[in-house]
Structure formats: C-alpha cells, structure tokens
C-alpha cells in the first residue's frame, strides 16, 4: 500500500536531516509536519505544518500524530514509550525497534555481533568496578561510551592509562555505558541502505568518512580501495535492515582496518555521510527514505559523476558562504540555524567531479 | 552588496515556480515569504511565511514588503502601479521595468525589435477595423493575442480566413490586442539566461521545447542541429538583459525557422523550459535566480549528462505518478496542487541521459 502524494509526512525532529526530508518530500508532491521542542526549528520553515512539543510530551505528540498519514524520525534520542504511542496512532518507519536498537550502544553491538558482524572488543559497564573489570579485559587505550544519547561524539571518554579510568567515569556522570576497545584503523567509511517496505533494499556507493573530534568533517563516494571491506559491511547492513524488518534509511559505520571492516554504530535514519547524495547520486538518501516510508518504488543510488566530495561547515566555517559560492561548481547549503556555535553543523558544500 | 543567508527573500506569487525557488532559497539557508490571494498556494508548504492578499491590494503588499529584505516575482500579471509601490519599499529584482515590457506583447515585439531582434511581423490591434486592417497587412494565417494577461495560449485566437475576423476579435473580448503573422516553424527552443547583480550572466544550454495547445509538453537539452540560431538568440538575450539592466533569470523563447530565430516571447522569471536545470544542469534556474536577487555570485550552468529531457505533468497526467516512479532513474515533481483540472500544469518528470 503505498501512501499518495498529497498526504502528509509527519517528521519527528526539526533539524536539518528533517529540513532536508522535508524538501525531498515536497518535490513529490507531500506536506510535512514537523514536531521539534524548539520555536524556531530549521525544518519547519520549509514544512507545511509544525507542533512543537518536549520530546516526552506525549499529549503533543499525540496532537501531532493526528496531524500526519505516516511517521518518521531524524533525531534518535526520543524515549521508547512516547514513539511508541505515536506508532499505535500511524504507521512509523523506520520501526520502534530499530530505533531501540541503535539507541543504546549496547543493544547496537550485541544486535551486530548476533548477525556476525565485528564490533570492537567491548564490554558493559554499570559501575566504577564494572569499569576496571573492563579495563583489565580490553586494555588501553579504549573508549567508554555512554549507552544511551551519544551523538557526535558527546558522552565519549578516551582512556590512555588505567589511571583515567576515575576521570572518564566522572566524565560519563555515572550513566549506564560500554567500554570498547580502541581500534586502529586505516580509515572510515559508511553504509547507507535503503530498504522498502516491500523489501526491495538500495545501496549507495559507500563514501569514506573523515572525523574530527567525534564530528564529522568530509565523505567522499565512492571509498577508494576498499572493495572487499564495503562489499563485506554492504551485506551486514543488508542483514541488519532485513532482521529489523526495516523501512527507510540505514546508516552503519565502519572502520577498515587491517583484519576487515569493524562496525561502529548505526543510525536509523538519514545520515550526515549521505549528504552527498543531493548531487551526488541520482536519487538522494532524502528522496529514497520518504520513498520508502511512502510505500513508494526506490530511486537509483548511482553517482552523477565520478567522485563526490561533501564538507561540513561546522561552527564559524559557514561564515565562508561567499567563498565558497565563488567557485561555481559547490552546491552550498546552509540549513537556516540562527548561531554558529562552535561545533555546531551549520552548512555543508558538495562537489561533484565529472 | 550582497544579501546574507538568514535574510528573507519575499516572492510575490504561490505557484509551482514560487514552490521551487523556495526550496532554492531554503538550501543556501534564506528565509522565504510568499505573497499570493489563494488560501494555500503550493509556495507556502516549503516557505518559512506567507501574506494572503489579491494581486492589487497594495496594503496587503505593503505588509508583505515589511517582513521581507529583497523581493523578486514568479507571476507576471501583476499590475505595474502595486509592483513600483513593493519596489519602493525593498529592493525588487528582476526590475519592474522588466516586466512592464514583458507584460505587454506590443512593448515586448518592439524592445525585441528595437534591439535588431525578429519577432514574426506584427500589427497593434486596438478596435475591430484595426484588426481588419492589420490582416490585410499582414494576410492569414494569423494569431490575434491579447497585449496583456495571455499565458499557456490563453488570450489567443487563430485566423486562417479573413471571415474569421469577427470571431477572433469576440473571443478576446475587444482587448487591446496584437496579430501576429503566422510562422511556419521547424521547432521551438529557448533561451534561459541568468544576469547577477554586478552583469555576469551565464547561460544555460538552450533546450528545444514541445507545445501542445499552447501549452509547454516537453523541454529537451541541449537542442540538437540549431547551434547557429540558439548563438544569434542568445546574443539577442544578453542586449535584452542588458538593455534592462537585469537581475535574475530571463526566458525568451523562439521559433527556429529556415530564415533563422523568430522571437516569440519572454518571461520576466524562472520558466517552464527550465524546469530540467534541477537535476540536469549543475545550478538550477531556481538557485541562480536566487543567487542573482540576492547579490551572490552564480553557479554553473553545464549539464550534468549527455542530455535531459523533461516532460510537463498536465491535469490527469499526475495521476500517472506511480508509473513514473517506477523507472527508478526518473525524477518526479509534483507541484502539490489539490485539483488536477484539465490543462492545470500538476508537475514534471525529468529524465537525465548520462
């Protein structure tokens, strides 16, 4: 059953993965309605409709829900129970379960590893001791995570000797985490996956990822040299959208390193490194996940050109606007966010080479 | 001067091409606030703002220029004395001169002339022996076109016989009017062009047009065996851009004949032929519009394939949506509008040949 254009697309989250979301599915003829805590939420300026509601409200988001023929989200961090009221009410891609999953770092690994993929090393940890115990089994270096509510590197601590193990449990505030071992990696890429609701699944050419300091800097697609290690993690993501009975967009990253692709953590939305795919591909990760969510035919996923490169203009770098529109082949965009905070995604430039 | 990200770019107008330059303006991070009499113009769903007001209520427009810190058109029956009152608020681009000429198909032929450009032969008509006397100047067939308010072959009557006379000039209702000698074409192309606001101008690859009733079908580029016409009408864009010292995207469209271009007319904004620039040409007419109003520099107008081709979405033809999705290489637009009227342009469909 597909849902026709002209219904509306209820998007949980107002960010600019929903700003983005929003302007795909308005060029296939659908209204959005977005639901964000903030006044002012960069997606709604391009959306049809807007309720704003704490993302716990759940009489707003129930007023939302009555709002929208299907549901989706770009922000992970929501509480189970309040998506799945909204789930009860419309149709919810991708499902509850998925989100769970990807939610807590935890079930992420156990889910991966149950499906034979490789994660670092890692351990759970509940408490001060838990975190020793891991220590002594992982070694240093090694990074404790926090379970739940990480993004972009937030509620991460590196440990370099068994001394910082104090700092870095003071550092988490003593919530429930995961202890990985540190990888040596080569370097990063991603797997962004589209899967229908029919089960028909899409893959892009995965794009090779440079971060800095936990945030994304640069992808490039298609990752050079890598063949095996994507082709390998390509039929991972494939078993993971499959087991979640997914609908939607999938983003799992991985480090390539010398024994082969170790997963990292997956998203169960649209993914940072898939904004290249605006110019970059011939159907955008944006277009194919409302597809998707709509019951719709996927779109092509191959490149427009022979390589692509997409920057982040991360705090002050979105400043450099009439720079970067100087040279007449960068697609800028800036999603419309009031103050360049420091680390804060405000823009990004793609480059498509012919 | 240019006009920063964050600023808001009022477009008077709510269709399909309002609709389109606000995803434009949205993804270099402007504000968009529409201006248009219905209740919910397509516009307005992508569009952070929205006045509703008739096309003359200058109060209304008035309120309208105050939220907005540049303000361009997408629909050029607007009456010249509101359009100078907005002008005299904000800055307006492209110039209201612009229209003024475009608006009116006698001043339109004599720019056009004037600037050593050939529209078909023509003859004012202003009362029911002037339209006598201009077919026996000009002999049949012809075309008696309304000076103003004509778009999508409305305000048009064909006389292939002199006794069609009194016919033609019932059906445009004593208006102030033009015959135009009918042109023997071989096909039609036209000219898209984008002026900033310091003169540069590109260009884009000229498409060859398809019409139906008066009606634009189907746009494919580059036009193929024209390259000496599309250069003289080219030329002839860039003195019309000049002459009105123009800022944004001018359309002219001509009929290519065995004697070379004949002028047919201009628009004064983004145009139908145009549509296939979004995902065929690097920068769409959308952003470069965009770009130029607000003072930024232009982006590249190349292809992004060996051709495009894009075919307009007429009344029941939306319907077809799922069968276009179906090509998963086909880029679908819908335009959002309820009612799918006969002749009402729904959306279009661009193909990209690589």
Redesign the interface.
């Known amino acids: 059953m597909?849902l026709?254009?002209?219904s509306t697309i209820g998007i949980v989250g107002g960010g600019q993965l929903g700003?983005m979301l929003?302007?795909a599915a308005?060029?296939?003829?659908?209204?959005c309605h977005i639901y964000a805590p903030d006044e002012l939420p960069p997606a709604?300026?391009?959306?049809?409709g807007f309720t704003r509601g704490a993302w716990e409200d759940e009489a707003a988001l129930a007023d939302f829900g009555r709002e929208v023929d299907v549901a989706t989200y770009e922000f992970e961090n929501i509480a189970a129970a309040p998506l799945a009221a909204l789930a009860a009410q419309v149709p919810l891609h991708p499902p509850a379960e998925a989100l769970a999953v990807a939610q807590d770092r935890l079930n992420e690994k156990s889910f991966v590893a149950a499906l034979g993929g490789s994660p670092a090393p890692f351990r759970p940890v509940n408490d001060r001791t838990g975190l020793d115990e891991a220590l002594a089994a992982l070694g240093v270096p090694a990074v404790l995570k926090t379970r739940r509510f990480g993004y972009d590197g937030k509620g991460q601590a590196r440990i370099m000797r068994p001394s910082e193990a104090e700092e870095a449990w003071a550092s988490v505030r003593g919530a429930p985490s995961v202890l990985e071992a540190f990888i040596a990696f080569d370097s990063e890429f991603s797997i962004l996956l589209c899967r229908g609701s029919d089960g028909e699944t899409v893959i892009w050419p995965a794009p090779s990822n440079e971060h800095e300091g936990g945030v994304l800097r640069r992808s490039r697609a298609p990752a050079e040299g890598l063949d095996a290690q994507v082709a390998e993690a390509e039929a991972l993501a494939r078993e993971a959208a499959e087991a979640l009975d997914y609908v939607g967009v999938l983003a799992l990253e991985f480090f390539a390193t010398s024994e082969g692709p170790v997963f990292n953590e997956m998203a169960p939305r649209v993914h940072n490194s898939g904004h290249w795919t605006v110019e970059g591909a011939?159907?955008s990760q944006f277009e194919n996940h409302v597809?998707a969510i709509c019951g719709?035919?996927?779109?092509?996923t191959a490149l427009?050109?022979a390589w692509v490169e997409m920057d982040n203009l991360i705090g002050g770098a979105?400043d450099g606007?009439?720079a970067i529109?100087?040279d007449?082949?960068?697609h800028?965009?800036?999603?419309?966010k009031?103050e360049a905070r420091p680390g804060r995604k405000m823009?990004h430039v793609t480059r498509?080479f012919?």
């Open positions: 597909s026709a254009p002209g700003r929003a302007m308005a060029r296939l003829g659908y209204k709604a300026e391009v959306a049809a011939v159907t597809r719709l035919p996927l779109g092509a427009t050109g979105a606007w009439a529109l100087a007449p082949a960068a800028l965009h800036l999603y419309g009031g823009g498509v012919r």
